[in-house]
């Protein structure tokens, strides 16, 4: 299979512009990377568990699976942290619903904990103890479009 490689810019907490790298084969994204994190987005034919066997359950491992695409909406589901989610984001404004699935652990929520310039930032709490993991919603819209 043929990839290319490209950078993808995006706001952050500090109201300047981090940079993913972006590897995309076929039809879409593949793979994209930052300085910690890694998302992997699975294809239709993908199956999340023939990844998980390969790639290890990491704390910074983001997969993202059955993407759908509407006209003001993104819908994916996304296995972090070692739980189930699913991610809707309203392209018009960027928010993101986050509903966790099978989860029976600590409480787990998913909020909003800033607004910037470029961005907002959106974070997992367990027991009102901050994940030390941001989503940046315009950087995630632009993944799961691209994917």
């Known amino acids: 299979m043929n990839f290319t490689v490209r950078k993808l810019k995006f706001g952050d907490e500090i109201a300047s512009e981090s940079e993913i790298a972006v590897l ?40 993202c699976h059955n993407i759908k695409k509407e006209e003001h909406a993104l819908e994916s589901d996304f296995f972090v942290f070692g739980v189930n989610t699913h991610f809707s984001i309203d392209l018009r404004d960027k928010e993101i619903n986050c509903q966790i699935h099978d989860y029976h ?5 998913f909020r909003k904990t800033a607004s910037k310039e470029k961005t907002d930032i959106y974070r997992f709490f367990k027991d009102e103890r901050r994940i030390p993991f941001n989503f940046y919603s315009e950087m995630l819209a632009e993944l799961l479009l691209k994917a």
């Not at 890694?38 to 294809?43: H, S």
């Not at 652990?105 to 929520?109: E, N, Q, R």
């Open 105 to 109: 652990g600590d409480h787990l929520s």
């Open 24 to 63: 995309k084969g076929g039809s879409g994204i593949n793979i994209a990377v930052n300085k910690f994190d890694t998302y992997y987005f699975l294809g239709n034919h993908q199956c999340l568990n023939d990844y998980l066997k390969f790639f290890p359950d990491g704390f910074f491992n983001i997969y």
